[in-house]
């Protein structure tokens, strides 16, 4: 592209040489010329008028005292009627400029100039010519670079952006080149390389996501399914199946979800459900799992809450805190459910060390553990609770305890604080 932009800008530019050019060697050789010629007239006439002069004075006219009076390359013949004719001057060879002057005494004066005279006078002013000529060209091949590289260079990173665009790197670069034009085309690319880098990020948030969900639904439905080829009881057989469809509906929920947060995780399917319900369902799943760790979990607290929210949502919320207390915490697990205001809240605690300090409320970002874990558990519960309106809380760190808030469909009437089950911390 350089190399086009700098041969048309030079072809222009000596289009417009040749044509001024040429047109301006003819008039000013036409105008050398005539100026010469001119000169010659004018050389001749003053000759005549001296010579007239002479005459009248009754002086002498001979070539001694005219040869003052001619220019030096130039030749004069003098003819005075009766008088012998007087030379001034050399005379030229080759092709001449002449002019003859009449006296009123009848003398006739011709001077004769060497055309060579004009010629190098004409030689003179072409070399001027070409000189500006040649200047011209090389403005205009420095001018031609300038605004090639102006516009090649912008053009290269341009490319070698969109280059990086494809090879997956989306950072936008925020390069302008003080061309409009260009400058439209990098905005587009910024702005590609912006919808690009979310995009990357909510396919790679949505990755981590789903493999760390649906880890845990398809382990405990592995038990189950080893569950089932271990025993030779029919009822068993029915029990454990039964338990592993419903964990299979809860997985298909969980992909759902997934897939529903990752469109607009502000999305939800709220209604009323029963509290306990979803409750039990996660005892029972996880039973199993802290049986075999020696563990325990319970349940306590007011029965029968009314809350709003999506079921498996808040199946999912539940259950990476009851996974992140088996994996992290220790002792028995406990899950109290009370009442505050217009909202129920499920509050989940273990015996363990709790959170480190200097992570507090941190605990909720991704990629935040203490313990080597990868950080999305919480954070992925956190955004699940909001997308139906709830929250969830780190109450206490050591013990740890959080809390599930979610709202209520109705108010009820509170028991007195009394009878309610000490929170345990």
């Known amino acids: 592209m350089r190399r086009r932009l700098i041969q048309s800008t030079l072809a222009v530019v000596l289009v417009v040489i040749a044509v001024f050019g040429v047109s301006l060697v003819i008039v000013e050789t036409r105008t050398i010329s005539n100026s010469a010629q001119e000169r010659v007239d004018s050389e001749a006439l003053r000759l005549a008028s001296i010579v007239d002069s002479r005459i009248l004075g009754a002086e002498i006219v001979d070539s001694e005292v005219l040869r003052t009076q001619v220019t030096e390359d130039r030749y004069a013949v003098i003819r005075i009627p009766g008088d012998p004719v ?14 003859t002057a009449k006296g009123e005494e009848g003398e006739t004066v011709t001077v004769v100039e060497p055309r060579s005279n004009v010629t190098r006078e004409v030689g003179r002013t072409l070399l001027i010519i070409g000189a500006v000529a040649l200047l011209a060209v090389v403005a205009a091949v420095l001018l031609a670079v300038r605004q090639a590289n102006r516009l090649a260079s912008p053009l290269t990173d341009l ?90 509906e809860r997985l298909t929920d969980v992909v759902e979800r997934l897939l529903t947060n990752a469109r607009d995780p502000r999305t939800g399917s709220a209604v009323s459900f029963d509290l306990d319900e979803v409750i039990q369902q996660q005892l029972a799943e996880w039973r199993p799992a802290y049986r075999s760790s020696g563990r325990a979990i319970v349940s306590s607290g007011k029965r029968h809450l009314q809350a709003v ?91 740890p305890v959080f809390g599930l808030f979610l709202s209520r469909t109705a108010p009820t009437k509170r028991l007195p604080v009394q009878d309610e089950e000490p929170t345990v911390r």
């Open 86 to 99: 007087i030379e001034v001057g050399t005379k030229p060879t080759g092709d001449v400029i002449h002019s």
């Open 159 to 248: 490319a070698e952006t969109a280059e990086r665009l494809g090879s997956g790197d989306p950072r936008p670069r925020h390069k302008r080149y003080s061309v409009p034009e260009l400058d439209r085309v990098a905005d587009v690319l910024d702005s590609s390389a912006e919808r690009i880098a979310r995009m990357l990020t909510a396919e790679r948030r949505l990755a981590a996501d789903a493999s760390h969900q649906l880890r845990t639904p398809l382990t405990a439905l592995s038990m189950r399914l080893e569950e089932i080829t271990l025993t030779d009881d029919p009822d068993t057989v029915k029990e454990e199946a039964t338990i592993a469809l419903t964990q299979v």
């Open 309 to 399: 929210g999506t079921p498996g949502a808040v199946a999912q919320v539940l259950a990476a805190l009851i996974e992140n207390s088996l994996m992290h915490g220790g002792g028995t697990v406990a899950l109290r459910t009370r009442v505050t205001g217009n909202q129920a809240v499920v509050e989940v605690t273990d015996e363990g060390p709790g959170v480190p300090t200097d992570l507090g409320a941190r605990i909720f970002e991704r990629t935040i553990s203490g313990r080597n874990s990868t950080g999305i558990g919480l954070a992925v519960a956190r955004d699940l609770a909001e997308a139906d309106g709830g929250r969830l809380e780190m109450l206490q760190l050591q013990p």
